[in-house]
């Protein structure tokens, strides 16, 4: 659908004149534009997003919690070099809202654009795996004091892996397309592993590791990579920032950057963890984070790589039990081979472990 983005930059309390706009960058969750204004003869870019409601039911609560994160870290880089290019800026509405609504009831947002950086979706070198991680540390420490109360939980539930298995086993009793035959050696391989899968939660609840404000979509897309320094300068894509543990953020780095191939990819020999790679988003982690995470927060990093793999796994899994109704799928079997490859991923973790292990001792 074509949207009126003249009628929606309207709404903004942005003094200048519209010049145009159009679709950008490849995120497939919100309708992304770049848009061009000009004030007072200056060109000046903004990025406005209309947010999927779809998924984001809460728009409101969800650009409170925008809202709260980006001012937190822009009054902590003020006077700071470059400040504006470190932190998402919104741009508020006429009504100060940090939102407007269109004609059509669509929540949009603005943001400034982040001049001379780039989004890359697959992973070059080791060094790009170290900024992501070094980035997202960041992220989460700037976030650990913030004033306020609890941020609202966008999506409640959202690695609560204990939860994810229960839906898998209701999808297997269910059996809805009669696939439960065709998937015996993927659902032996969750059962075997079922009495890690609470092991985060229960750490939590036993007090051992804190809730903290994470981002919970950690992939190396939503880092802006400044072009003239190769640094991650800035993380952005914050619908899924929320309270939840470090290690939601960081086993989904693990997950997503550290095998040479996509998620769906077939041939399962090209799917393995590259320990290369786990230790440049190791090092990086640890080299923002390092200093604020409690001993089993850290000790249990390696572990969560494995275990929100294994849970996307599942995820995958019980989609393709139900029908395939969350996840979109461009073949039949799709979601299970995306299961299949998440699963692959879990043992090569498994295997590389003990090494993991020693790696993260030896870091001081
Ligand atoms: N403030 C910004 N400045 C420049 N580019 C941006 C900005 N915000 C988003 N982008 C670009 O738009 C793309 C999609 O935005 P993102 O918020 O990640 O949406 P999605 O939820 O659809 O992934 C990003 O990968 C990035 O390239
Ligand atoms: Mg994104």
Redesign the pocket.
């Known amino acids: 659908m074509a949207h009126d983005i003249a009628g929606v930059f309207d709404k903004f309390a942005i003094y200048g004149d519209f010049i145009s706009a159009a679709p950008?960058?490849?995120?497939?969750?919100?309708d992304?534009y770049k848009v061009v204004s000009d004030q007072a003869g200056t060109i000046v870019h903004y990025?406005f997003?209309r947010i999927n409601t779809n998924i984001f039911k809460e728009p409101v609560g969800l650009m409170d919690n925008i809202r709260r994160v980006t001012s937190h870290i822009c009054a902590r880089a003020r006077g700071r070099k470059d400040a504006s290019r470190q932190s998402?800026c919104i741009v508020q509405g006429k009504d100060l809202k940090p939102f407007v609504v269109d004609a059509d009831g669509n929540y949009w947002r603005g943001?400034?654009?982040?001049e001379k950086?780039?989004?890359y979706d697959v992973i070059k070198n080791a060094e790009q795996a170290f900024e992501v991680a070094r980035s997202f540390g960041n992220f989460q420490k700037e976030l650990v004091d913030i004033p306020g109360g609890r941020l609202f939980e966008t999506i409640p539930d959202f690695h609560n892996t204990p939860k994810r298995l229960e839906a898998l086993e209701a999808a297997i009793k269910a059996d809805m397309k009669g696939r439960v035959k065709d998937v015996a050696a993927e659902i032996d391989f969750v059962m075997s592993r079922r009495g890690e899968v609470s092991k985060l939660v229960d750490l939590n609840a036993a007090g051992q590791i804190p809730e903290r404000i994470t981002h919970n979509d950690t992939k190396l897309?939503?880092v802006?990579i400044d072009d003239a320094s190769g640094n991650g300068i800035c993380v952005?894509?914050l619908?899924t920032v929320m309270p939840g543990l470090v290690h939601y953020d960081f086993g989904d780095m693990v997950r997503t950057s550290t095998s040479p191939s996509m998620e769906d990819e077939k041939d399962l020999s090209r799917v393995y963890m590259q320990f290369n790679m786990f230790e440049a988003l190791l090092r990086g982690y640890l080299e923002s984070a390092g200093n604020f995470l409690n001993p089993v927060e850290r000790e249990n990093l390696p572990f969560s790589g494995k275990l929100i793999t294994l849970e996307i796994g599942i995820r995958f899994l019980t989609d393709y039990l139900s029908g395939d109704v969350y996840f979109k799928i461009h073949r039949p079997e799709h979601n299970l081979d995306r299961c299949r490859t998440q699963f692959k991923l879990v043992s090569s973790i498994e295997e590389q472990m003990p090494q993991m292990m020693a790696l993260l001792n030896s870091i001081q």
Do not use: P
């Open positions: 950008y960058g490849s995120g497939h969750i919100n992304t990025i997003q998402l943001y400034l654009f982040i950086a780039q989004t897309n939503n802006m952005i894509d619908d």
